[in-house]
Nanobody
Framework: QVQLVESGGGLVQAGGSLRLSCAAS????????MAWFRQAPGKEREAVAI????????YYADSVKGRFTIARDNGKSTMYLQMNSLKPEDTAVYYC?????????????????WGQGTQVTVSS
């Protein structure tokens, strides 16, 4: 059974940076399409960034392009999200997700594995 554990969330001032990590165990991490989703209170869960198994193809939501960078280390079964120039509207619970499909896409329904979430709060 695949387990995903996020870490790195916290409270930061606007303009600051955070780095999220997602450690995977119990599966074949290197074959999964991985993604970061976020969900703010009263809003739907949205895909923030996606990375394919090789790490060579990525997707970013328009709202985070140029500020966030997704990466993965298949040798360590870990995925990362570097978040720079954070804004108050980035405040949300951030979830790590894995899909056994070649490309999971932006729909959360296509992801098979989920972490418990980590809170990111950006103060103005």
């Amino acid at each position: 059974q695949v387990q995903l554990v996020e870490s790195g969330g916290g409270l930061v001032q606007a303009g600051g940076s955070l780095r999220l990590s997602c450690a995977a165990s119990g599966g074949t991490f290197s074959t999964y399409s991985m993604a970061w989703f976020r969900q703010a209170p009263g809003k739907e869960r949205e895909a923030v960034a996606i990375i394919m198994w090789s790490g060579r193809s990525t997707y970013y939501a328009d709202s985070v392009k140029g500020r966030f960078t997704i990466a993965r280390d298949n040798g360590k079964s870990t995925m990362y999200l570097q978040m720079n120039s954070l804004k108050p509207e980035d405040t949300a619970v951030y979830y790590c997700a894995g899909s056994s499909s070649t490309y999971g896409g932006t729909s959360h329904q296509r992801y098979d594995y989920w972490g418990q979430g980590t809170q990111v709060t950006v103060s103005s």
